[in-house]
Protein backbone atom coordinates (compact mmCIF):
# COMPACT_ATOMS: atom_id res chain seq x y z
CA UNK A 1 0.00 0.00 0.00
CA UNK A 2 2.74 2.32 0.94
CA UNK A 3 4.12 1.98 -2.90
CA UNK A 4 1.19 2.69 -3.83
CA UNK A 5 0.63 6.12 -1.83
CA UNK A 6 4.64 6.97 -2.09
CA UNK A 7 3.29 9.83 -4.71
CA UNK A 8 0.20 12.52 -5.11
CA UNK A 9 -0.05 11.56 -8.89
CA UNK A 10 0.36 7.77 -8.31
CA UNK A 11 -2.22 7.67 -5.85
CA UNK A 12 -4.99 9.95 -7.65
CA UNK A 13 -4.39 7.63 -10.33
CA UNK A 14 -5.10 4.50 -8.06
CA UNK A 15 -7.83 6.16 -6.70
CA UNK A 16 -9.06 7.14 -10.24
CA UNK A 17 -8.79 3.53 -11.90
CA UNK A 18 -10.51 1.62 -8.97
CA UNK A 19 -13.22 4.14 -8.81
CA UNK A 20 -13.83 3.87 -12.30
CA UNK A 21 -14.05 0.13 -12.10
CA UNK A 22 -16.24 0.05 -9.38
CA UNK A 23 -18.36 2.72 -11.17
CA UNK A 24 -18.55 0.53 -14.41
CA UNK A 25 -19.22 -2.41 -12.42
CA UNK A 26 -22.09 -0.44 -10.74
CA UNK A 27 -23.64 0.43 -14.31
CA UNK A 28 -22.88 -2.50 -15.69
CA UNK A 29 -24.35 -5.04 -13.15
CA UNK A 30 -27.02 -3.50 -11.24
CA UNK A 31 -28.47 -1.18 -14.44
CA UNK A 32 -27.77 2.11 -12.48
CA UNK A 33 -27.19 5.34 -14.68
CA UNK A 34 -23.57 6.69 -14.95
CA UNK A 35 -24.35 9.67 -13.36
CA UNK A 36 -26.50 7.34 -10.20
CA UNK A 37 -23.54 5.31 -10.07
CA UNK A 38 -20.86 7.93 -9.21
CA UNK A 39 -23.35 9.72 -6.97
CA UNK A 40 -23.79 6.68 -4.60
CA UNK A 41 -20.39 5.99 -4.75
CA UNK A 42 -19.17 9.59 -3.89
CA UNK A 43 -21.74 9.52 -0.68
CA UNK A 44 -20.73 6.00 0.70
CA UNK A 45 -16.52 7.04 0.24
CA UNK A 46 -17.01 10.43 1.58
CA UNK A 47 -19.17 8.73 4.27
CA UNK A 48 -16.33 6.27 5.09
CA UNK A 49 -13.51 8.99 4.69
CA UNK A 50 -14.74 10.09 8.01
CA UNK A 51 -14.90 6.83 9.55
CA UNK A 52 -10.90 5.50 8.14
CA UNK A 53 -9.34 8.80 9.19
CA UNK A 54 -8.65 8.07 12.48
CA UNK A 55 -7.31 5.07 12.07
CA UNK A 56 -3.78 4.91 13.04
CA UNK A 57 -2.92 8.17 14.32
CA UNK A 58 -0.77 8.72 17.10
CA UNK A 59 -0.15 12.16 18.27
CA UNK A 60 3.28 13.77 17.93
CA UNK A 61 4.98 13.20 21.26
CA UNK A 62 8.68 14.73 20.65
CA UNK A 63 8.64 18.42 21.71
CA UNK A 64 11.12 19.14 19.16
CA UNK A 65 8.52 18.22 16.29
CA UNK A 66 5.40 20.40 17.78
CA UNK A 67 4.73 23.82 16.46
CA UNK A 68 3.69 26.31 18.49
CA UNK A 69 -0.30 26.75 18.62
CA UNK A 70 -0.32 22.88 17.37
CA UNK A 71 -3.12 20.88 18.65
CA UNK A 72 -1.46 18.51 21.03
CA UNK A 73 -3.88 15.40 19.42
CA UNK A 74 -2.92 16.42 15.85
CA UNK A 75 -1.17 13.04 14.42
CA UNK A 76 2.37 12.90 13.92
CA UNK A 77 2.17 11.08 10.58
CA UNK A 78 -1.43 11.42 8.91
CA UNK A 79 -0.80 8.87 5.94
CA UNK A 80 -3.62 10.63 4.07
CA UNK A 81 -2.73 9.45 0.43
CA UNK A 82 -2.93 5.49 1.96
CA UNK A 83 -6.21 6.21 3.70
CA UNK A 84 -7.44 7.76 0.25
CA UNK A 85 -7.30 4.40 -1.23
CA UNK A 86 -8.04 2.55 1.92
CA UNK A 87 -11.03 4.15 1.80
CA UNK A 88 -11.75 3.96 -1.75
CA UNK A 89 -11.25 -0.33 -1.17
CA UNK A 90 -13.85 -0.34 1.36
CA UNK A 91 -16.26 2.16 -0.18
CA UNK A 92 -16.15 -0.15 -3.33
CA UNK A 93 -16.92 -3.10 -1.61
CA UNK A 94 -19.73 -1.13 0.42
CA UNK A 95 -21.15 -0.17 -2.96
CA UNK A 96 -21.34 -3.37 -4.26
CA UNK A 97 -22.93 -4.65 -1.61
CA UNK A 98 -25.29 -2.19 -0.88
CA UNK A 99 -26.05 -2.35 -4.97
CA UNK A 100 -26.77 -6.00 -4.70
CA UNK A 101 -29.26 -5.22 -1.45
CA UNK A 102 -31.42 -2.78 -2.77
CA UNK A 103 -33.48 -5.15 -5.09
CA UNK A 104 -33.64 -7.10 -2.03
CA UNK A 105 -35.14 -4.46 0.09
CA UNK A 106 -37.66 -3.05 -3.13
CA UNK A 107 -35.40 0.01 -3.40
Not at 3 to 13: G, I
Not at 47 to 56: I, K, M, Q, S
Amino acid sequence: MTALARSTPATLLVVIVLVAAFVAVGVSQFKLTIGGAIALYFVVWWTLLFAVLPLRNQPETRPSHVVPGQDPGAPASPRLREKAIWTTLVAGAAFLVALAVFPLTGL
